[in-house]
C-alpha cells in the first residue's frame, strides 16, 4: 500500500478515522469525477475555481484558454491546491450536532507547470474530453493548430494529498436512539438524464452508443 | 436591480456575457444549494474545504467544531473566498475545443466573524439543518448547552461577489455544424433516492412527509 507522505498541510485532524492517505484510494476518488476546485492565491485572496480535469500516475491536468488571466495567476503562483468531492447522501440523525453528509473527498497538493509540446498537449486534451465524456475524443473534428495555440495546458503534480470518506449510517448519542424521531439514509446521486440532440444534422442521428451508455449506467 | 460592486478581485474577465453582479440572481444560486467550497490560507498555502452553509440577507453562515482547525484558521485568517457551483449539463461540441458545461455558479468574497450568542447559534444552526433538508429543525431533539458550547458558527458577510451562468446549447464553429458528428447536451441532475431508514424506531415509523417530498421534488 503507497501513501502520500504526511505532513502539517494534509494531516487530518478532524474524524482522522475518516481519512487515508492511500494513493489507491485517492486516485479511484479523483477517477470518479470530472470537476475539481482549484484553489489558489490571487492579489493575496484566495480564490477557488471549478475546472474540469483529468488524472494520469500522480498528475492532474487542467486547461483554460491563453486569455484565462485565473489559470495565468494559477500557473505563476507558485501554492496551489486541488480539491475533488463526491456526495453520496444525506445524514439526518436525531439531534442537529449528529447531522452530517455521506461524501468521498480528496485534497491534494503540489507544483504546477505549463505543457509545452503540441503533442503533448492533444493528448492531454483528450484526455480531460475522455474524462468527461468516455470515449468521446475520437468522434470528433480533430484540433486545428490555432486552437491548439490559444489552448494552455497546465500539470500539477500530486506531491502530497489526503482523502476522506464517510459512507456509514447515522451516529446519535447513546440516550437518544430511544426518541420518537425519524433518523436515516437519503442517499444522493448525480444522474444523467436524456441527451438532447443539437439542430441540424445529429437530430437525425442515432446517438452514439457511449453517449447512451453515459445515460444508462448513471440511471 | 442592485448589484455587488466590481473590482479588481470579482470582475468577470472571460465569458463576461455569462458573468452577473446581480444580487438577487446571486442569491437564488445560493439559495440552490447547501454545500459550498471556502477558501482560505494556511501557511501560506491556498486550501479549499466544502462545507455544509445557509445563507440569509447577504450573510454565509458555516458552522463546525471548536476543536476544528480549519475552521479556526478560517476565521483567523482575513481572506476568504465561497464558491458554490451546481453543475447542470455535459455540453458536448463537435470539436474539442468547444466542450463545455451547465452550470450556475458564484464566488463570494467578504469578512469573518465569530457569532458568539447561544440564542443567534442556535437559530443558525437551524438555518444550516434546513437549508440542507427543509423543515428538519423542528422534528429534533433540541441541542443541549454543552454541544452549543463546542460548535463554532462563523458569520460570513459578502463584500462583493460574481456569478457565471452557462444555460445553453452547443457553440460551433460555423464550418462544422455540417459534419456527421452527434452534438447536444446530457442534462445532470443532483437526486435524492428512496430514504433509508436508521435502525431501531425509525423502522417502524412513517417517513416523515418533509423527508418524503425531498425525495420526490427531486425525481
Known amino acids: 500500500m503507497k501513501e502520500y507522505p504526511q505532513s502539517k498541510i494534509n494531516r487530518i485532524k478532524r474524524g482522522a478515522n475518516r481519512g487515508t492517505y492511500d494513493v489507491e484510494k485517492i486516485n479511484t476518488i479523483l477517477d470518479a469525477g470530472f470537476l475539481c476546485y482549484v484553489g489558489y492565491i490571487y492579489d493575496g485572496k484566495p480564490i477557488t ?12 491536468y487542467i486547461h483554460g484558454s491563453t486569455a484565462n488571466r485565473m489559470l495565468l495567476s494559477i500557473l505563476e503562483s507558485e501554492e496551489t491546491s486541488i480539491t475533488v468531492m463526491h456526495l453520496d447522501g444525506l445524514v439526518l440523525a436525531r439531534s442537529g450536532l449528529h447531522h452530517s453528509v455521506n461524501y468521498r473527498s480528496a485534497t491534494l497538493f503540489g507544483s504546477l507547470k505549463k505543457v509545452e509540446k503540441d503533442h503533448d498537449k492533444t493528448k492531454i486534451l483528450k484526455w480531460i474530453v475522455d474524462q468527461m465524456m468516455p470515449n468521446q475524443w475520437d468522434t470528433l473534428r480533430p484540433m486545428y493548430q490555432k486552437e ?60 452514439p452508443k457511449h453517449v447512451l451508455d453515459y445515460y444508462d449506467e448513471n440511471k
Open 49 to 60: 475555481i471549478p475546472m474540469a480535469y483529468s488524472r494520469r500516475e500522480d498528475k492532474i
Open 148 to 207: 491548439l495555440d490559444r489552448t494552455l495546458v497546465v500539470e500539477f503534480t500530486i506531491v502530497t494529498a489526503s482523502a476522506k470518506v464517510r459512507d456509514i449510517g447515522v451516529l446519535d448519542e447513546p440516550e437518544d436512539y430511544d426518541l420518537p424521531i425519524w433518523a436515516g439514509i437519503i442517499p444522493i446521486k448525480q444522474v444523467a438524464k436524456y441527451p438532447i440532440a443539437d439542430k441540424g444534422k445529429p437530430e437525425n442521428m442515432q446517438i
